[in-house]
């Protein structure tokens, strides 16, 4: 080929930022790769899921943007694929397309009252208190003030989070580059309880220590936990035995468990064998319908039939993400993932030509953002090892020149590398003007506006 290789990756989130580094890192191929994003800014799940108090896994944004500099990347943002532009049309641009727009929708716990007003899924609390530009502001500022105790479902990374965030104080919150609003929404919280509910045992739960011990350590909070919540069965001491992860986050848990509480003005329970069978409620949710449950001794847990309640005007399920399809693209339902072998994307069996996949739209929503590095760097192997061995499509009708034209006819309305760069030094004043290092802009139009200086 004459000319660079022409890669487009979809979505600029760790996997895609990941994958368009691994393209320009090595030099038997040459490659040109604009990565495009659907809002104004890169990084998704890195700005808009990783809590903005875990400043040290947030700071990964400062390496995915030197991927940004290089030589033959460019950002596109602003640009949705299916909406303003096709994939056909993406094909016919360039010679190869690496989706990874991830896993961005919840998953329900479909139990009856799940839709009252009140009951919202941690994806929706994750986007708000991250300033994404969909989030649902009004929503949270309505309920936010007007909750005295919330339960969180799931006990996995995201529900530690969202019940850090909701106990924090806002004094341990305000070094973040949480938009204004957030913070402000938060101080207005007379929250006093907030109940974390995991189904099986302490053995099975899926958060990780570091995390966890996070929850004990909050300024405003004591953790409380039942001691009665320490079952185990057979399996669990078996995994005990053989995870050290797993034996450091039960001993977390006992420690807990042997707390007196202090008085403080919050308190965060954490329950295990507790699962939500109904959220009743008239206008709002009021309280949550609890089954205990039973280990039954290869992992998994049985109803016991007990019900308790617990009172609840603020319900969270955080209970896993989940892809979505893409128009023209082959898609699982069941899993929520797009079909593929060693990251080629597969229909009928067969390898779509010059479609990819990395990430959790690969994958599904596990591991961390490390994780996709390496799953990143595996799809591109296989494209390289595709474009060797000359089973990439002939490229398309259209040239460079034509999309570099399209995108010029676009120019208004996408954001390119350097409109982000405006973006980035509007949030670092805005932040800088209340004295924080950044301010996350949350509003589409003010980040449109910022992107052009
Ligand atoms: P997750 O780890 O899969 O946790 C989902 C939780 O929901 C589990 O406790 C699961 O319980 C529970 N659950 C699922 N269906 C349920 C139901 N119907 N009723 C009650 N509980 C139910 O997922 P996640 O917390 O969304 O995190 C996604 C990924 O991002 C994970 O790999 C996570 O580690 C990562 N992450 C990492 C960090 C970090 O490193 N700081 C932060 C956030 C997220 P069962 O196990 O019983 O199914």
């Known amino acids: 080929m004459d000319r660079p290789l022409r ?13 368009a580094d691994a393209l320009v890192n090595q030099t038997a191929i040459p490659v040109s790769v604009d990565v495009i994003d659907r809002l104004p800014v890169p990084f998704g799940l890195v700005r808009y899921g990783v809590a903005p108090d875990h400043l040290s896994i947030r700071s990964v944004r400062d390496t995915l943007d030197k991927t940004l500099d290089k030589p033959g990347v460019r950002f596109i943002g602003n640009l949705e694929v299916g909406r303003d532009i096709s994939m056909a049309s993406l094909h016919d641009y360039f010679d190869a397309i690496v989706l990874t727009y991830g896993a961005s929708r919840d998953r329900r716990l479909d139990i009856p009252g799940e839709d009252l007003d009140g009951s919202i899924a941690a994806t929706d ?68 309880d907030i109940h974390l509910l995991g189904r099986r045992g302490p053995a099975q739960a899926t958060f990780t220590t570091k995390e966890l011990k996070e929850l004990g350590e909050l300024l405003e909070a004591d953790v409380v936990v039942d001691p009665a919540d320490l079952a185990f069965d057979e399996a669990s001491e078996q995994a005990i035995a053989t995870d050290k992860a797993i034996a450091r986050n039960v001993e977390v848990i006992r420690e807990w468990s042997r707390r007196e509480q202090t008085g403080k003005p919050r ?21 949550v319908v609890v089954e205990r449950t039973a280990l039954d001794g290869s ?13 609840a005007d603020l319900v969270v399920r955080s209970v896993g993400y989940r892809g979505t399809a893409l128009d023209e693209v082959p898609f699982d339902e069941r899993r929520g993932v797009i079909p593929n072998a060693d990251g080629r994307v597969q229909r009928d069996g067969a390898s779509v030509p010059g479609e990819y996949v990395a990430g959790w739209i690969k994958r599904g929503p ?88």
């Open 366 to 453: 596990t591991g961390i953002i490390g994780t996709n590095k390496k799953d990143a760097a595996a799809t591109v192997a296989s494209l390289l090892d595709d474009v060797q061995n000359g089973t990439l499509p002939k490229p398309g009708n259209a040239s460079a020149e034509q999309f570099d034209q399209w995108l010029a006819e676009h120019a208004n309305d996408v954001v390119t590398t350097q409109g982000w760069r405006s973006i980035d030094e509007a949030e670092r004043a805005l932040g800088q003007s209340a004295g924080r290092p950044r301010t996350t802009i949350h509003d589409t139009d003010a980040l449109l506006a910022a992107s052009r200086g």
């Open 267 to 287: 308190r965060v329970h954490v329950h295990f064998l507790a699962r939500p069978v109904e959220l009743r409620g008239d206008d709002r949710v009021r309280e």
């Open 7 to 19: 890669v487009a990756v979809i979505g600029s989130g760790p996997s895609g930022m990941y994958a």
């Open 299 to 311: 992992g998994g847990v049985t109803g016991t039939g007990v019900l308790t309640t617990i009172p």
């Open 125 to 192: 609390f994750v986007a708000w208190y991250c300033g994404h530009p969909d989030a649902d502001r009004a929503t949270f500022e309505r309920l936010l003030p007007t909750a005295t105790s919330a339960v969180v479902v799931g006990v996995g990374n995201v529900a530690i989070d969202v019940t850090r965030v909701l106990a924090k104080t806002v004094g341990e919150l305000d070094h973040t580059d949480m938009p204004q609003h957030v913070l402000e929404t938060l101080r207005a919280s007379n929250l006093t």
